[in-house]
């Protein structure tokens, strides 16, 4: 083809629209799962919490970080992962359509081509889809309290569901019987039937339920042993370190100061 030629119907190109992002701001991409809560029970996923569904949302998560420009922090909990990339980003000249379509095609290839790292021996039975967003945060109080949202919302269904699932595995309640129970408690209330009914402290409960999942990027050395040929044709084993960086996962609180403390080159100015 030669592409310096147009043709005629080269205009319609001109009803694209601009959809760049506002420069300077932290460009945020979250994805859901479409439909999950019926995929998880045709996958059987275990309640609340199926670590292998965790695990795999977190390995696709992975992959979009280590394939895709730019990203400086991803959040996930149950059916969702937030990406964070950085407000100097030049990705896709900021066009939203792009990194929106490239995280949400890299996370869902990944979350099929690694299905069976996870599931084993439970077969996947349709191809799951996920929806994507984007949303733009211009300040770094607006980003933190964006990520403080999400993990307090893992809390708060984390909760929730301990509780409920409690009711019906161990309670032997119906799962309406448990709705009805939980119906208008506060925190309080649940952490006391936790407590009473079930010998649960919640706090005890696995990191990974309560704070989901915060991947960032850690540097790291690598020493490589590298066959050299010098110019006298003869050859030499050099030892080289490079800083290499790779993806670390942690269930920590990023509500609080601390974590944003001991990772100060996360936000920007
Ligand atoms: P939508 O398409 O609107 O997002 P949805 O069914 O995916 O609908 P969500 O609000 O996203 O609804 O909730 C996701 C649901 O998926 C949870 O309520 C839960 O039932 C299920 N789920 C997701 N991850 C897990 C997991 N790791 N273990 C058990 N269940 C899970
Ligand atoms: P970008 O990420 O910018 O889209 P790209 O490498 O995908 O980069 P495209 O302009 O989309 O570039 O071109 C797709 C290329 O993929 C084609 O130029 C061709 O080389 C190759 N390709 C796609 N489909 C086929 C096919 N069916 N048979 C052979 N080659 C193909
Ligand atoms: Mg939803
Ligand atoms: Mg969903
Ligand atoms: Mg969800
Ligand atoms: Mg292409």
Same mark, same amino acid.
């Given at each position: 083809?030669?592409?310096?030629?147009?043709?005629?119907?080269?205009?319609?190109?001109?009803?694209? %629209?601009?959809?760049?992002? +506002?420069?300077?701001? &932290?460009?945020?991409?979250? +994805?859901?799962?479409?439909?999950?809560?019926?995929?998880?029970?045709?996958?059987?996923?275990?309640?609340?919490?199926?670590?292998?569904?965790?695990?795999?949302?977190?390995?696709?998560?992975?992959?979009?970080?280590? $394939?895709?420009?730019?990203?400086?922090?991803? &959040?996930?909990?149950?059916?969702?992962?937030?990406?964070?990339?950085?407000? %100097?980003?030049?990705?896709?000249?900021?066009?939203?359509?792009?990194?929106? %379509?490239?995280?949400?095609?890299?996370?869902?290839?990944?979350?099929?081509?690694?299905? #069976?790292? *996870?599931?084993?021996?439970?077969?996947?039975?349709?191809?799951?889809?996920?929806?994507?967003?984007?949303?733009?945060?211009?300040?770094?109080?607006?980003?933190? /309290?964006?990520?403080?949202?999400?993990?307090?919302?893992?809390?708060?269904?984390?909760?929730?569901? %301990?509780?409920?699932?409690?009711?019906?595995?161990?309670?032997?309640?119906?799962?309406?019987?448990?709705?009805?129970?939980? #119906?208008?408690?506060?925190?309080?209330?649940?952490?006391?039937?936790?407590?009473?009914? *079930?010998?649960?402290?919640?706090?005890?409960?696995?990191?990974?339920?309560?704070?989901?999942?915060?991947?960032?990027?850690?540097?790291? $050395?690598?020493?490589?042993?590298?066959?050299?040929?010098?110019?006298?044709?003869?050859? #030499?084993?050099?030892?080289?370190?490079?800083?290499?960086?790779?993806?670390?996962?942690?269930?920590? /609180?990023?509500?609080?100061?601390?974590?944003? $403390?001991?990772?100060?080159?996360?936000?920007?100015?």
């Amino acid at each position: 083809t030669n592409n310096m030629a147009k043709s005629k119907f080269e205009y319609v190109r001109n009803f694209e %629209t601009d959809d760049t992002c +506002l420069r300077n701001c &932290y460009i945020v991409v979250r +994805l859901d799962g479409r439909n999950f809560h019926k995929f998880s029970e045709q996958h059987s996923f275990t309640k609340p919490n199926d670590n292998r569904a965790l695990g795999l949302m977190a390995r696709s998560a992975q992959s979009v970080m280590e $394939e895709l420009e730019d990203i400086v922090i991803a &959040y996930g909990q149950s059916d969702e992962f937030s990406f964070v990339f950085k407000r %100097t980003s030049n990705w896709f000249k900021r066009r939203a359509s792009k990194l929106m %379509t490239h995280v949400a095609s890299q996370f869902s290839s990944s979350y099929v081509f690694y299905w #069976k790292e *996870f599931f084993e021996e439970q077969p996947l039975h349709y191809p799951p889809g996920f929806d994507g967003r984007v949303v733009l945060y211009p300040t770094n109080r607006n980003l933190r /309290d964006y990520l403080s949202w999400r993990q307090a919302d893992c809390h708060i269904n984390n909760l929730y569901n %301990t509780v409920f699932w409690s009711l019906v595995q161990k309670g032997g309640l119906t799962t309406t019987q448990a709705e009805d129970r939980l #119906k208008g408690t506060l925190a309080a209330d649940k952490n006391e039937i936790l407590f009473s009914e *079930f010998d649960i402290n919640y706090n005890n409960e696995s990191p990974l339920h309560r704070k989901g999942t915060i991947l960032i990027w850690k540097k790291h $050395e690598e020493t490589v042993t590298r066959r050299m040929k010098l110019p006298n044709a003869e050859e #030499k084993e050099v030892v080289v370190t490079r800083i290499k960086r790779g993806v670390e996962s942690l269930h920590c /609180d990023i509500i609080g100061e601390q974590f944003w $403390e001991e990772h100060p080159d996360i936000l920007e100015d």
